[in-house]
């Protein structure tokens, strides 16, 4: 499959655990925020999104946190499990722009 | 309802060829993003299409071109391929947009020999 974690940072946590994963961005006009999943050998799975108006969102398992004073986003996964590992990805969009992706981070979940 | 579907999924070429990549968006989805992933540059953009129009187009030479159909379907074509073009390629399509989720294929796997 893509090989897709080179040089990447790593974030391994044991199953149960609570997993937070950072992201810096550098666009002060984006208010669109996405994290994506991508698991070897496919495409970028939409996880959640937020919106500028707002700080945080919860879905199944995952919260996302704004914090656009300092350009931070972070994905946090409750309970994480060996079906959470894979390579996480945030991206931000201002008005009118295309998406800018981050570099990527490796989450490796221990049985 | 069915997800991105992107064909081939693996092409094998040698430099000085051209190919052409195929995409199929979600359907009712108009817009068709292009990007190209490799391990060393992560995630680029390479072009988007809105109504069969390109509506964006990132830092690629135009040895990188593409097309949309009627049907909100894409193509990507890559001409005088290098050996630097080898990657993953992935099409992701939206309702009209980036400030929305954009939906992925599995994409094509690009290796040039």
């Known amino acids: 499959g893509e090989n897709v974690g080179l040089h990447l940072p790593t974030l391994s946590v044991q199953e149960g655990d609570n997993s937070i994963i950072n992201c810096a961005y550098s666009n002060s006009a984006s208010d669109y925020f996405i994290w994506y999943k991508q698991e070897s050998g496919k495409g970028p799975q939409f996880i959640i999104d937020?919106?500028?108006?707002?700080d945080k969102r919860q879905g199944q398992r995952v919260t996302v946190l704004l914090n656009k004073t300092v350009k931070h986003l972070s994905l946090q996964i409750a309970a994480t499990q060996p079906g959470d590992s894979a390579v996480y990805f945030c991206a931000d969009s201002a008005l009118y722009s295309t998406l800018t992706f981050g570099k990527g981070t490796m989450l490796l979940v221990s049985p | 309802k069915a997800g991105v579907t992107q064909t081939p999924r693996y092409l094998i070429k040698t430099r000085g060829q051209q190919v052409t990549l195929s995409c199929s968006p979600i359907s009712g989805h108009r817009s068709v993003s292009w990007y190209q992933q490799t391990p060393g540059q992560g995630l680029q953009f390479l072009f988007e299409y809105f109504s069969e129009t390109q509506r964006n187009k990132g830092n690629f030479p135009g040895r990188f071109s593409g097309r949309q159909f009627s049907n909100s379907r894409s193509e990507m074509n890559v001409s005088t391929l290098e050996l630097g073009d080898s990657a993953l390629y992935l099409c992701?399509?939206?309702?009209?947009?980036?400030?929305?989720?954009?939906?992925f294929g599995d994409g094509t796997r690009l290796s040039i020999l």
């Open positions: 992701a399509s939206s309702l009209d947009g980036f400030n929305q989720p954009q939906h």
């Open positions: 937020i919106r500028s108006n707002m």
